[in-house]
C-alpha cells in the first residue's frame, strides 16, 4: 500500500495510531474481520483533525509485535487465521514504520471469533465500524458454524403435521423418476423415511421422528410455525410500471405454504414470465436462449430456499421486477460469494431440504447452479447476475435486461446509455473513439465528455494506447472468471447443434 494519499476506512481497512504499544481496541476490529469477511488492520497511521489521514508510524514495532504475537499464542482468540504471512512491515522515510496485518474471514465452523474467553466479546464488521455481536447477530453466527440446520428431529411432530396433498404430489413425481420407481412397495411412513423427511433422533432417544426439514418442506403451515415462529415466503410480481403496489403476490402466510408448495406455485410463474429470446448463429439459425433463462430462475429459487436460515426473523423473498428478478433469503452464504458463479463448490446449510429437492431432479448438481445462472447471463447477453451476503442475509440478482437499459434515469443520461448500448452490441464489447462517433451520431466533444462520466462512474474503461485505444464495460475480477468459466459448456452446446 502507498501512504501518499491513504484511502479512507471501510468494512476491509482499518487504521490505529499505535505508537509504542498493541492497542486493546484493535483486537474488537480482529474479531470483527474474522467473523465478517476479513479485511486489513494498519498500525501507525492517524486520522487527521479534517477526518483524512497520515502515516506516521510506530516507534516499537518489535514490541508491539511481540506483544501482539504472546496474546495470540496464550489464547486471546478463541480462533486466529493469522499467520507470520500476514504480517507486512513497511518502512517510512522517517526511520519509523506500518505495521499491516491481514486478517481472513475465519471458516465458519470456528465462528464466532471472541475475545478473552468470554463470547460475549464477539464482534462484527458494520461498514468501517466495529460493532459487537449481540442477539439475533451473535445467534446467527452461532447457527453458521453448525453443519447443517434442518436434520434436527423434532420431539412431538409426526405425520400428521404434514401437508398429505404435497407428499402425495413430490411422490408422484419420484416415482416418475426411473431411479426411484422401486419406491412404489413402501408405505408413506417407509417412504418418507427413505427420503429423509422421517429420521432416528441419533443424538436423543434414538426413536424416529419428523427432521426439521421435512417439516419446513411438507408441514402444515402452522405446525410449521410453531418451530419457526418466523417462517415467510413471499413472491411479489411488480412488474407494473408507476405502481407501489404488486400486481401479484405467492404468501406462505395467506395460502398456507410450506417450502415444497410454495416452490411449485412461484417456479411456475416464473417459467411463464421469463423473457422469451432468441438470436441467430454465425449461420443465421435461430438460437432460442428462453431454456437458459428458465433455467437460471429454477436455480435461483432453489438456492433461496437451500440455504435460508428459517430460524431467523426476516422473510424470503423474490421480487419480480421490471428489470431484475432478486431473491433474498436470511442467512449468510456458506461458501464465498466470489466463489458462486465460477467454481462448483456447495456447503448446505439445509442437508434435508438440499436432497429433497435434488432427488426430485430439480437443481443442477452440487455447485453447479451458480455456473449456469451466469450462463444464461452470457446467452440472452443481459447484464450480469450479482450476488451479495452478510451476516444476516444473502441477495441474489439475475437481470432479465442487457447493461445499458439496467440503469436508470437518475444513474445514466440517455446520451451515456446509447454509448453503453453500441459498445456491447460489438462481438469484442469495445470501441474505439472514431467508432462510437460514428455508430451514435455524436461529436467528438460530446463523446469525450459522455466517456468520462462513464469512465468516473466506473461503468467503462480505457484500454491501449494513441491509436490502439478502446473502451470496453468494466468487469470485475469475479465476472472475468465466470465468463472463462461459462465459455467451455457454451461451447459445447454449439458444437452438439452443428
Keep these: 500500500m502507498e501512504f501518499d494519499e491513504i484511502p479512507i476506512e471501510n468494512e476491509h481497512r482499518e487504521y490505529k495510531k499505535a505508537k509504542n504499544a498493541f492497542p486493546k481496541e484493535a483486537w474488537e476490529t480482529i474479531s470483527a474481520f474474522e467473523n465478517t469477511d476479513g479485511g486489513s488492520l494498519f498500525l501507525g497511521i492517524v486520522e487527521n483533525s479534517n477526518h483524512s489521514f497520515a502515516a506516521e508510524g510506530v516507534n516499537e514495532r518489535q514490541k508491539i509485535l511481540d506483544d501482539f504475537w504472546s496474546a495470540i499464542n496464550k489464547g486471546f482468540l478463541s480462533y486466529s487465521s493469522i499467520s507470520n504471512e500476514s504480517i507486512i512491515v513497511s518502512e517510512l522515510d522517517s526511520g519509523k514504520a506500518v505495521i499491516e496485518i491481514r486478517v481472513d474471514e475465519a471458516p465458519d465452523n470456528k465462528k464466532p471469533v471472541f475475545l478473552n474467553k468470554d463470547i460475549h466479546r464477539t464482534f462484527i464488521r458494520e461498514g468501517a465500524i466495529d460493532g459487537q455481536a449481540k442477539g439475533e447477530n451473535l445467534k446467527a453466527l452461532i447457527r453458521l458454524s453448525q453443519e447443517s440446520l434442518d436434520i434436527e428431529v423434532l420431539k412431538n411432530y409426526g405425520i400428521d403435521e404434514l401437508n398429505m396433498e404435497d407428499v402425495n404430489s413430490y411422490r408422484k413425481e419420484l416415482l416418475a423418476r426411473e431411479t426411484y420407481r422401486s419406491y412404489e412397495r413402501f408405505s408413506i411412513p417407509e417412504f418418507l423415511s427413505k427420503i429423509g423427511v422421517i429420521s432416528k433422533d441419533f443424538s436423543g432417544t434414538g426413536e424416529l421422528g419428523l427432521t426439521a426439514g421435512g417439516l419446513l418442506f411438507f408441514g402444515s403451515n402452522n405446525a410449521i410455525l410453531h418451530h419457526f415462529p418466523d417462517f415467510q415466503l413471499d413472491y411479489f410480481d411488480k412488474t407494473q410500471p408507476n405502481q407501489d403496489r404488486w400486481r401479484k403476490r405467492i404468501s406462505s402466510i395467506e395460502q398456507n405454504l410450506n417450502v415444497y408448495s410454495f416452490f411449485k406455485k412461484v417456479d411456475e410463474l416464473l417459467q411463464v414470465s421469463a423473457p422469451g429470446s432468441f438470436k441467430l448463429d454465425d449461420k443465421g439459425q435461430r438460437i432460442d436462449t428462453f431454456g437458459a433463462m428458465s433455467v437460471a430462475l429454477r436455480e435461483g429459487l432453489i438456492n433461496m430456499l437451500m440455504h435460508a436460515d428459517y430460524f431467523e426473523s426476516m422473510p424470503l423473498t423474490l421480487n419480480n421486477t421490471i428489470n431484475y428478478y432478486e431473491f433474498t433469503n436470511p442467512g449468510k452464504m456458506k461458501i464465498a460469494s466470489s466463489d458462486f458463479f465460477t467454481t462448483n463448490k456447495s456447503r448446505n446449510r439445509n442437508t434435508v431440504i438440499s436432497k429433497l429437492f435434488l432427488q426430485a431432479g430439480y437443481g443442477e448438481r452440487a455447485g453447479h447452479g451458480g455456473e449456469k445462472i451466469y450462463e444464461s447471463a452470457l446467452v440472452n447477453e443481459f447484464k450480469s447476475p450479482e450476488i451479495t451476503t452478510d451476516i444476516s442475509q444473502t441477495s441474489l440478482k439475475i437481470w ?72 470496453i464495460i468494466r468487469q470485475t475480477q469475479n465476472q472475468v472468471l465466470a465468463q472463462f468459466q461459462a465459455m467451455p459448456d457454451l461451447m459445447r452446446q454449439m458444437f452438439k447443434k452443428m
Design 400 to 471: 432479465k435486461v442487457d447493461l445499458a437499459d439496467s440503469f436508470s434515469g437518475k444513474e445514466v443520461s440517455d446520451r451515456e446509455r446509447n454509448i453503453i448500448k453500441v459498445i456491447i452490441s460489438q462481438p469484442g464489447k469495445r470501441l474505439s473513439h472514431k467508432d462510437i462517433e460514428s455508430q451514435t451520431g455524436y461529436s467528438r466533444s460530446v463523446v469525450n465528455q459522455e466517456l468520462s462520466k462513464l469512465i468516473d462512474k466506473k461503468i467503462i474503461e480505457r484500454t491501449g494506447k494513441a491509436r490502439a485505444t478502446k473502451y
